[in-house]
């Protein structure tokens, strides 16, 4: 059975055992596509082993944009003998399996559409059976008509770093791999006719990770500590890796009680500081938390959402440290928590958490989680107008008060050093001039003093998108890494009774959402968690229930599919 391409879309997953090279050819091929003119998007799935196990990417490649997983497999490209069985639940009749002859001989044609090629047989010719992978990824860029310069120059881009001669050795295995998809082509098996889009050359090929990244360093941070901790770690090594030529400084702590004392400290000496972390690391940082809310010392915190309780699926994902963020700390403070579910937003509210920590001086917490931080995909530039750091620093006098009781709730923030005044902090209960009290009318002062800022944070809130037409009746509600999957299966479902509202920011909430779902005569919200936590906390703050929840927490995230057919089923209802 061929591949005819009329559909303009093709999944090609890619699958092996870890320490294969699966996500260098990923690397390449989702840079090659990009630069030939071609909307892609990739994510992955993976164990938590550093050799074995079975682990997949998924690359997308499409005449239109596109920013979602689905779970149909066009072509699999097994590199391993468990790939099948692995994902034996997404394979259909008509899925292309490419593999290497030894690799593919358990299965039979009868049941599975075979296509055999003799990957580690050249491998070894070539030098060793790690040449496999480019080799592949040869077969993959030939069949997807990229011009081998372009294929030659990612390659060269990727492994450059490990000197010609390996460069030259991958170079000739990624041509090899041309030559064996170009004789794919002319049989006939393979015949894709997807559209380049000129306009995707000038656009950004950017993953989660780097786009909340690039938000933090537009929002001025200037000084990051954290303990690594999947999810979480690529920011950590984006912010390191780019804290030279932007004037930043990573530390790495010796555990993540430390990383978030630091970040405070940063903040309190007036450095924008921020701490990046994940479910039970971000547990141990709870009363740090507390602690900025009571001396009033800002912190951006981000928090990639893995599956819990504990250590849990520590590479898989998840939507269920809601709860954990909203109630860490101990007493009673104000906090923001954004949840970006595109790579637009995760720059933009990056950006804001800064600027917001900083005049509110608060906790903010970027909630995000492995499914987002891993997806790639090509996005127009960023709009830059009106982007600014807002400096909320005084310049303080003799009589300075750093926690002066006002109307808004906001003290003037001095730092030490900065203006005649001093920068006293205590996180004890303290008076106005920051020093410990006992006196308990004070110190109900004090807690309206810190609450009264979320009268102004209410000010600001970020309001959900309406996605679709304002005459609804159903409405689909998601919040954060949703969005793709949600926002896809919407467009494909092309029903106009239907609208999706999509929640960016999901703490505090304005109660003005109420009226949006009141319009609706049925309501349903997707989540990756076993409570519907979102859903509660809106019966909680906004007093409306959600009819429907679809709830997801195996650790994948919700594929295009699951959504329609939820969908289907729910209008079916």
């Known amino acids: 059975m061929s591949i005819d391409s009329s559909k303009k879309d093709v999944s090609i997953v890619l699958c092996g055992e870890a320490g294969q090279g699966i996500q260098t050819v990923e690397n390449i091929l989702v840079k090659a596509i990009k630069k030939s003119g071609y909307n892609v998007f990739s994510t992955k799935e993976y164990m938590s082993r550093v050799r074995g196990g079975e682990n997949s990417t998924e690359i997308r490649v499409s005449s239109k944009r596109v920013i979602s997983y689905v779970d149909r497999i066009d072509i699999l490209l097994s590199l391993s003998k468990g790939a099948v069985p692995h994902l034996e639940n997404r394979i259909k009749s008509d899925t ?22 003799p990957l580690m047989e050249i491998a070894k010719k070539m030098g060793g059976s790690i040449f496999s992978n480019v080799i592949a990824a040869g077969i993959i860029a030939c069949v997807l008509n990229i011009p081998k310069s372009i294929f030659e120059d990612c390659i060269e881009e990727i492994f450059a770093r490990k000197g010609q001669e390996i460069v030259k050795k991958d170079t000739d295995a990624g041509m090899k791999g041309y030559e064996i998809g170009k004789k794919i082509v002319d049989s006939g098996r393979i015949n894709l006719q997807i559209e380049r889009d000129p306009k995707v050359l000038e656009e950004l090929l950017l993953d989660g990770t780097e786009a909340v990244g690039l938000g933090c360093i537009a929002g001025g941070c200037k000084f990051m500590s954290s303990y690594p ?22 530390e790495q702590a010796e555990d993540e009680i430390a990383a978030i004392n630091m970040a405070i400290g940063g903040f309190y000496a007036g450095a924008r500081s921020m701490v990046a972390t994940s479910g039970s690391g971000f547990a141990l940082m709870e009363e740090a938390v507390g602690l900025s809310g009571m001396i009033e010392i800002p912190v951006v915190i981000y928090l990639g959402q893995r599956p819990g309780p504990a250590v849990g699926l520590p590479t898989r994902t998840s939507q269920e440290d809601l709860n954990l963020a909203l109630y860490s700390g101990p007493g009673e403070f104000p906090r923001i928590i954004f949840a970006p579910g595109n790579l637009e937003d995760a720059f933009f509210l990056s950006q804001k958490a800064f ?4 005049h509110y001086q608060t906790p903010v917490f970027i909630l995000s989680d492995q499914y987002f931080a891993d997806i790639f995909y090509n996005q127009p530039v960023f709009d830059l107008e009106g982007l600014e750091i807002e400096n909320h620093i005084i310049k303080t006098k003799s009589d300075y008060k750093r926690y002066e009781i006002t109307a808004s709730g906001i003290s003037p923030r001095g730092i030490p050093g900065y203006g005649e005044g001093l920068v006293v902090i205590d996180s004890d209960e303290h008076d106005e001039e920051g020093h410990l009290t ?4 004070l110190r109900t002062e004090m807690v309206d003093k810190r609450l009264r800022k979320l009268n102004e944070i209410q000010k600001e809130i970020i309001l959900p998108d309406l996605l679709g037409g304002s005459n609804y009746k159903i409405l689909v509600i998601g919040w954060g890494s949703t969005y793709g999957s949600i926002k896809e299966a919407l467009d494909n479902l092309e029903n106009e009774d239907i609208s999706f509202l999509y929640f960016k920011q999901i703490y ?16 349903i919200i997707f989540e990756n968690n076993a409570q519907g936590q979102f859903a509660e906390l809106i019966k909680l703050k906004i007093g409306f229930e959600i009819e429907k929840k679809v709830l997801k927490y195996n650790g994948m995230p919700f594929s295009v599919e699951e959504v329609e057919t939820s969908l289907k089923d729910f209008i079916g209802g």
């Open 96 to 117: 292309l399996i490419m593999g290497d002859e030894k690799t593919l001989e358990p299965l039979s044609t009868e049941n599975y559409n075979l296509l055999k090629v």
């Open 229 to 250: 901790m999947t999810p979480s770690t690529p920011l950590q090594v984006f912010m390191a890796v780019n804290s030279e030529e932007f004037d930043m400084i990573f």
């Open 355 to 358: 600027n917001l920590a900083d």
């Open 438 to 441: 006992e006196d308990l009318d």
């Open 508 to 523: 505090p909430l304005d109660p003005s959402i109420k009226n949006l779902l009141n319009n609706a005569e049925k309501t």
